[in-house]
T-cell receptor, first 109, second 116 residues
Framework: LAKTTQPISMDSYEGQEVNITCSHN???????ITWYQQFPSQGPRFIIQ???TKVTNEVASLFIPADRKSSTLSLPRVSLSDTAVYYC??????????FGAGTQVVVTP | DTGVSQNPRHKITKRGQNVTFRCDPI?????LYWYRQTLGQGPEFLTY????????KSRLLSDRFSAERPKGSFSTLEIQRTEQGDSAMYLC??????????????FGPGTRLTVT
């Protein structure tokens, strides 16, 4: 499974856009990119997944360049409740998710 | 759809005792996964099932760990002769199948194990 590298932490203010970039230089042709969110004492929650270009849902956008060696999760207009750890994962269709340490996002008023 | 449930939510046990955790996946989800998470780290994959078949086990899963999913419904994870290093949050997740849907896993709230 390809390894990922993402910042340890990011700070933001309410109402701002937060962009978290993840590096996955060894991503395989069949790998998809998936992002999860985790609050303290809860299990992770699926946010978004993509293979290439741009994917958008009601929660976030995922930007993937043509070489797929990185991806950026964009959280529009964050609120205090978006304070959480965000994980970037790559993997094959068996769903054997390999989590890293994630990015701790802290949103302040 | 009531989500993935796990029981118990907390378990405190003495070193050397056996413990068993239960996971009830979302109904009709044929894939079930177990992960372990320690403080400050992301979840680590332990094992997963496709229906009742256990398809893969991580090297993290020593011989003291065993998981079952009889009839492809709920699953149990048993740890024998617990050690202090087993203290962690044990997470269960389920998904509806292979392909891209396997990336969208629904996690339960976890069972926090403390071995004293």
């Amino acid at each position: 499974l390809a390894k990922t590298t993402q910042p340890i932490s990011m700070d933001s203010y309410e109402g701002q856009e937060v962009n978290i970039t993840c590096s996955h230089n060894n991503i395989a042709t069949n790998d998809y990119i998936t992002w999860y969110q985790q609050f303290p004492s809860q299990g992770p929650r699926f946010i978004i997944q993509g293979y290439k270009t741009k994917v958008t849902n009601e929660v976030a956008s995922l930007f993937i360049p043509a070489d797929r060696k990185s991806s950026t999760l964009s959280l529009p207009r964050v609120s205090l409740s978006d304070t959480a750890v965000y994980y970037c994962l790559v993997g094959d269709s068996w769903g054997k998710l390999q989590f890293g340490a994630g990015t701790q996002v802290v949103v302040t008023p | 759809d009531t989500g993935v449930s796990q029981n118990p939510r907390h378990k405190i046990t003495k070193r050397g005792q056996n413990v068993t955790f239960r996971c009830d996946p979302i109904s009709e989800h044929n894939r079930l996964y177990w992960y372990r998470q320690t403080l400050g780290q992301g979840p680590e994959f332990l094992t997963y099932f496709q229906n009742e078949a256990q398809l893969e086990k991580s090297r993290l899963l020593s011989d003291r760990f065993s998981a079952e999913r009889p009839k492809g419904s709920f699953s149990t994870l048993e740890i024998q002769r617990t050690e202090q290093g087993d203290s962690a949050m044990y997470l269960c997740a389920s998904s509806s199948g292979g392909g891209t849907s396997s990336y969208e896993q629904y996690f339960g709230p976890g069972t926090r194990l403390t071995v004293t």
